[in-house]
């Protein structure tokens, strides 16, 4: 895949629960001279989930000036498409490179089996964004490689075919531009990404947008029913449901195909899809590729207006940034680190947020300045709960972070599975109570 396989997330997939890896040794890895401020050496193996960086040179460029920065130390790279998937198994050994994007599916409570310590969140805190969601009892392990704002991107020459001129701010305003869309144009108005299952988990992005609480989480772990008509992950799950009974989605989701979905909506025939602003560089790029302005591609914030008046866009790390705790070049892997985020000037290139406070926010999130909206960053979990959203979520079965529990959503709006919007939320709102009890 030419992008991330999932994006941000503090929740492991339901269907894999935790992660019930151990630990293993490894000599290099225990060396007591083999720390991050070591001396810079030796050959670096960096997983990502960036194969397009790969494919493009991109990443063998900033290796070359890595390299010249550091003449005694070299990287490589790993470009894995099914990034979750493939990590999942790999983090049972202890072959996973040593630097990594830290999948989804390991739980702040399990940072320490796999990943190296990079300091104490408190001391990165002056410098860095994103921290709380891999930080555990105050220790940081990851670092976010750069940062997105959370919504959909939006296809402003399918818009004006359909006489959609203002960005929908409610997801009635939504649901009709999308109507507009289908019975105007021949573009499909929603486009799931169903069979690549990670794009669903995108919408998940948006938990604090609709209500404007960037608590809203973390209120998650009290609440018995946190699907409620008005509540952030009720919304955002009545507007999927809506949309493919609406018929405004593929028509077989099971044929959805990622890489395709990009040309598909840079050239037109895709109105919409609910992405972080990650992928806006990858929607232009489609475009410029197919000789179209890349100016075509829109980026909007959630459909929903807060209860203040305001619309908000909440903001946070994609992909964190880790040490393999068995690396053999520690020091190494933590100056490419740092590399990446100080120096390549990637999230520049990517139109991506900046992890670090000195940097500005990107040009392409002037959309969402133009429209009025307010960036939140969600609170971090007080301390001591740090895995207890992961843990009610993964004892309840439900993959917010994941695939499986909305593509039951998508089949069950579709006809392909039994029930209806409001009986599947029951049952999501008594398996998260009967988790939440289990967890104390």
């Known amino acids: 895949m030419a992008s991330r396989n999932a994006i941000i997330g503090l ?39 960036r194969t397009d960086l790969i494919q493009d040179g991109t990443f063998e460029e900033y290796a ?16 894995i498409t099914d990034y979750e998937g493939e990590l999942r198994t790999r983090l049972s050994t202890t072959n996973y490179g040593d630097v990594l994007g830290i999948p989804n599916s390991v739980l702040p409570d399990q940072f320490a089996d796999f990943f190296e ?12 964004r994103f921290l709380a969601p891999k930080s555990y009892e105050g220790v940081q392990y990851g670092i976010a490689l750069g940062g997105n704002a959370n919504g959909l991107i939006y296809n402003k020459d399918v818009f004006e075919a359909a006489g959609v001129t203002e960005v929908p701010k409610t997801s009635e305003e939504f ?21 690549d299952g990670w794009p669903l988990s995108q919408w998940s992005s948006n938990i604090g947008a609709i209500t404007g609480d960037p608590d809203a989480q973390n209120a998650m772990t009290k609440d018995d029913e946190p699907w409620t008509p008005g509540s952030d ?80 866009a909440v903001v946070g790390g994609d992909y964190n940034l880790g040490i393999n705790k068995h690396s053999k070049v520690k020091a190494a892997a933590k100056a490419w680190i740092d590399f990446l985020i100080e120096d390549s000037g990637f999230t520049d ?14 040009d392409n999130l002037a959309g969402l ?12 979990a007080p301390a001591g709960e740090e ?28 006809g392909a599975a039994d029930g209806d919007f409001d009986s599947y939320i029951a049952e999501l709102n008594a398996r998260w109570a009967e988790s939440r009890a289990e967890q104390g």
């Open 387 to 414: 895995a207890l959203f992961n843990n009610i979520a993964d004892g309840a079965q439900i993959d917010i972070w994941g695939n499986i529990y909305r593509q039951k959503l998508v089949d069950i709006a579709r």
């Open 369 to 380: 300045t133009e429209e009025g909206v307010e960036l939140i960053e969600l609170t971090p």
């Open 233 to 312: 992950i009720y919304t955002i799950d009545k507007l999927i449901y809506d949309l493919v009974a609406g018929g405004y989605t593929e028509a077989d989701p099971l044929t959805t195909n990622w890489e395709q979905s990009k040309v598909d909506f840079a050239t037109g025939k895709i109105g919409t899809m609910a992405l972080g602003s990650w992928a806006i560089s990858q929607m232009q790029a489609a475009a410029s590729d197919n000789g179209i302005d890349p100016e075509v591609v829109g980026y909007m914030t959630f459909p929903a207006t807060a209860p203040d008046g305001t619309q908000y």
């Open 117 to 128: 310590p990079l300091g104490e969140t408190d001391d990165l805190a002056a410098d860095y």
């Open 349 to 362: 290139t990517q139109g991506m947020v900046s992890p670090l406070l000195s940097k500005d926010l990107p």
């Open 64 to 79: 070359a000036q890595f390299h010249e920065k550091y003449p005694d130390a070299t990287v490589t790279f790993e470009g």
């Open 11 to 49: 929740v492991a997939g339901a269907a894999t629960a935790a992660l019930l890896l151990t630990s293993c040794s490894s000599g290099g890895g225990d060396d007591a001279n083999n720390t991050i401020d070591g001396d810079v050496k030796g050959e670096v193996t960096f997983v990502t989930w």
């Open 175 to 195: 649901l009709a531009a999308m109507k507009a869309i289908a019975d105007s144009t021949d573009a499909i108005p929603y486009y799931t990404n169903y069979k």
